[in-house]
């Protein structure tokens, strides 16, 4: 479709920005596309030019000249230095006003710090996360964005149009100042290695530990899928079970190598949570088991070396389906429990006054985690807003509370069989932890007094004390 204005600029022609521009440009909005390689840009023009009102433009110049002012631009660059070199290139060629949205896992300080200095320069940055992967982006993302709510104001309707929408709502909205949209969607993402990383333990439990074949596995993860679990990652991993290798014939799980990568997105949440002094236990084991994975050739050598029990389908498998169902529900609450609390105490550092049950409805679409879980995040906020942790709600409280008869056999059952399970136990333990009312932490106060002159505080008496352990005894009172 022939246009020759666009109300919008879209910079990075990768399967981000290749999607994003044809979800815009199919909503009959005008957008104009630009690639530093100029033959990426050329090749999706010819390919989707007829998609939409697409302009394609060879040199920044002439991006900049086809899009109405204030110009929007959104960048869907390499996370990092090659966002900054996108960002140096455009400032001295915009015009006061202009708003730059950076689409991009950016970390949350790099957000802070581009939206200052432009400001500095009289231009409006937006850092909006946005998750979905190349499918969301083309038919509907959720969009996290944070900057100004009056840069918002002018481009939200857009962002909203092109978001996912559930229930007629869009999965986008408008979060907090500077870092805050970024900062939203890294736990997003941390979120997200701790649900993939319970499923994956999940899926060795009944695999590996009970021997059921993939097919049947297929069909396990298919009929949680009809229940509460429901959501994108267990709909896409009976497909994943159920699929076969297009050269052997074999299950294509089983030809995969056992490495998994990262990006880093879940280790700056990991980093972040413990900066913030928050429990994001089960996003910071899901880092840790992504780590040792990585360690291929590591364990093949200590594999024949270190003893233990070696997992070989002895497991028994009556009811373990339904432990291991209730085992990964229960996990999971507290996966998404944590995330919001470093959410809420990320917010309370940054002044960002973030609302957890908007960002719970925008990741109901569109994103990675969407599950229909999300829907009851989104109700135990609305019933309160300043809940201190989502485990206190009814439902997740009921739902852990049933869950975990089934959670502790699992995972003693793992232990039994070998079979590692870190966020599993990780999730258990933290959960054993803070319905404690009593902690072993005063054998870790003594030893700290006791080494250290760190002193401790009594349970029958205001103030802070430290004993004389090796000299006399006597305690003294310490300011
Ligand atoms: P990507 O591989 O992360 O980025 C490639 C794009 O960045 C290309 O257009 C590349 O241009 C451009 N680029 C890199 N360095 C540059 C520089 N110094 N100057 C100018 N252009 C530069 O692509 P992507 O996977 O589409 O992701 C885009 C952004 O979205 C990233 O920040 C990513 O983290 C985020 N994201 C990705 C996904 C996903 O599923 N892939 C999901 C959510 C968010 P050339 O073609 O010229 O090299």
Not at 131 to 151: F, N, R, V, Y
Not at 272 to 282: H, I, K, M, N, Q
Not at 301 to 306: F, K, N, V
Not at 407 to 434: C, E
Request: net charge negative.
């Amino acid at each position: 479709m022939m246009t020759d204005r666009a109300r919008i600029g879209v910079i990075g022609m990768a399967v981000m920005g290749q999607n994003l521009a044809r979800n815009i440009a199919s909503r009959n909005i005008g957008v104009a596309v630009y690639n530093r390689t100029t033959e990426k840009m050329t090749s999706f023009v010819e390919e989707h030019g007829d998609e939409g009102p697409i302009i394609g433009a060879e040199t920044i110049e002439e991006l900049l000249d086809v899009v109405e002012r204030p110009r929007t631009l959104l960048l869907m660059i390499t996370a990092g230095a090659g966002t900054d070199a996108v960002i140096d290139d455009l400032t001295g060629r915009l015009d006061d006003g202009d708003i730059i949205i950076d689409g991009g896992n950016a970390h949350f300080e790099d957000t802070r710090r581009r939206e200052r200095d432009l400001a500095d320069r009289g231009l409006r940055f937006l850092g909006a996360g946005i998750s979905g992967g190349e499918e969301g982006a083309l038919h509907g993302p959720s969009i996290m964005p944070g900057g100004t709510a009056e840069a918002y104001g002018e481009v939200g309707d857009l962002l909203e149009t092109i978001a996912a929408q559930v229930d007629g709502t869009p999965c986008c909205t408008y979060l907090g100042p500077d870092g805050a949209g970024h900062y939203t969607k890294m736990v997003h993402n941390g979120i997200e290695y701790a649900d993939m990383q319970l499923i994956a333990e999940s899926y060795d439990l009944l695999r590996h530990g009970a021997g059921l074949s993939t097919d049947e596995l297929a069909d396990v993860f298919a009929e949680w899928n009809s229940g509460d679990l429901e959501s994108f990652l267990i709909d896409i991993t009976a497909d994943i079970l159920g699929t076969q290798d297009p050269r052997t014939g074999e299950p294509m799980v089983d030809v995969i190598l056992d490495e998994a990568s990262q990006k880093g997105t879940g280790r700056w949440t990991a980093q972040l949570a413990l900066e913030l002094g928050v429990p994001s236990t089960a996003i910071t084991e899901a880092v840790y088991a992504r780590v040792v994975s990585s360690r291929k050739a590591e364990r093949r050598d200590a594999s024949s070396i270190l003893s233990g029990p070696t997992p070989g389908g002895g497991i028994a498998c009556d009811g373990l389906v339904d432990d291991v169902r209730a085992a990964l529900y229960a996990a999971k609450i507290i996966a998404y429990a944590q995330g919001f609390e470093q959410l809420a105490a990320a917010s309370a550092e940054y002044g960002w006054d973030l609302d957890l049950g908007d960002i719970a409805t925008i990741w109901r679409g569109g994103c990675i985690i969407r599950a229909k879980f999300l829907d009851r995040i989104k109700q135990a906020f609305d019933a309160d807003a300043d809940l201190d942790n989502l485990l206190l709600a009814d439902y997740f409280r009921d739902g852990v509370a049933e869950g975990q008869a089934a959670w502790r056999r699992v995972v003693g059952a793992a232990v039994d069989h070998g079979i590692a399970v870190p966020a599993l136990t990780s999730a258990l333990s933290y959960y054993d932890g803070v319905r404690r009312e009593r902690l072993p932490a005063n054998l870790i106060q003594a030893q700290r007094d006791y080494f250290g002159a760190h002193t401790y505080r009594r349970t029958d008496d205001d103030g802070s004390y430290h004993l004389r352990w090796i000299a006399d005894g006597g305690e003294e009172p310490r300011d």
